[in-house]
């Protein structure tokens, strides 16, 4: 008896000094100003979707902030059928994939060199590289224009591949170099006393400690690659090699104006990239965080 009554009152005493923390008003105001933002950001793609489901008799009388009366898919059809959409889709998952795979590979490849091999002058390639990331690609677009055309790929996917590749491994480097400086010198000298050559210690060493970076860049490839409109403008003129983004001017011209024709190429245009960026949400979160413990 005497022991249920002490453990009784031991349990009052914890019950007693347990107090759950406190959350300050300032986490709060917090929490509200996170909330608003997300808000705001979403509000785009809201509109877009009630947009691209409305027929035009609705948005004429209600505008683009009313709800629509009835679902709608008029708008969708004929963006779908009038730009081949099915066509865009396939060619803009083969450039992006493609630059994203290539893209990475060779940002591997320099940041190695620049990182772990030390090279005589890395930190001069390093501002060549922070200044091919600066460079605006409207500045380049017509040299590009002409080597396409003395090459022979112009009208090629193989030509925007090869350009986009080399123009974002400039920042793929960069991040990458950053990251296999502070890379753990003794791990490469042990699996070099193990016998371990060049290739053997990127491939069987570097690259599985530094594959969630790897995954990180990748994916900010493709999200760029399949946003991308200037260059896949003027280097893609045939109707079979273009990518969505270039799909969607269809929606612009100078006797043409449809709203819900617009919201539905929006809303076409976007959600590609949102699914992508929804399915590989945990790998993005790990790959930074793991970047940050490093």
């Known amino acids: 008896m005497a022991n249920v009554t002490l453990s009784q009152g031991s349990n009052s005493f914890a019950d007693d000094a347990y107090q759950p923390p406190r959350r300050s008003p300032l986490r709060w105001v917090v929490l509200f100003i ?9 509000f785009p793609f809201f509109l877009a979707v009630i947009n691209a489901i409305k027929t035009a008799a609705d948005y004429a ?3 683009p902030l009313s709800l629509p009366s009835s679902i709608d898919f008029g708008s969708l ?3 779908w059928n009038v730009s081949d959409f099915s066509r865009k889709l396939v060619n803009s998952a083969i450039i992006s994939i493609t630059v994203a795979v290539f893209g990475v590979l060779i940002s591997l490849f320099n940041a190695y060199a620049i990182g772990i091999g030390r090279i005589k002058g890395s930190r001069i390639f390093l501002v060549i590289f922070l200044l091919g990331i600066m460079v605006p690609q409207e500045s380049i677009v017509y040299p590009l224009y ?4 003395a090459t022979g790929l112009y009208d090629t996917q193989l030509a925007v591949i090869i350009i986009f590749a080399v123009i974002q491994s400039a920042f793929g480097t960069y991040l990458l170099s950053s990251v296999l400086r502070s890379f753990p010198k003794e791990i490469i000298e042990a699996a070099e006393m193990d016998g371990a050559n060049r290739w053997q210690v990127l491939w069987q060493v570097v690259v599985p400690v530094l594959r969630p970076s790897l995954m990180v860049v ?3 490839f493709f ?3 399949w ?6 403008l003027v280097m ?3 109707n079979n090699n273009q990518t969505v983004a270039v799909a969607m001017g269809l929606t612009r011209g100078q006797n043409m104006s449809d709203p819900t024709f617009s919201a539905a190429a929006s809303m076409l245009g976007i959600a590609p990239t949102l699914l992508f960026f929804l399915v590989f949400q945990r790998t993005l979160t790990r790959g930074v965080v793991v970047g940050a413990v490093k």
């Open 34 to 42: 996170l909330t608003l933002l997300l808000l705001l950001t979403l």
């Open 61 to 63: 009388v209600g505008g």
């Open 77 to 79: 059809q004929k963006f």
């Open 146 to 149: 002409y080597m396409a055309k």
């Open 218 to 220: 990748g994916t900010f």
């Open 223 to 225: 999200i760029w690659t």
């Open 227 to 232: 946003n991308e409109f200037l260059i896949p």
């Open 236 to 238: 893609l003129v045939s």
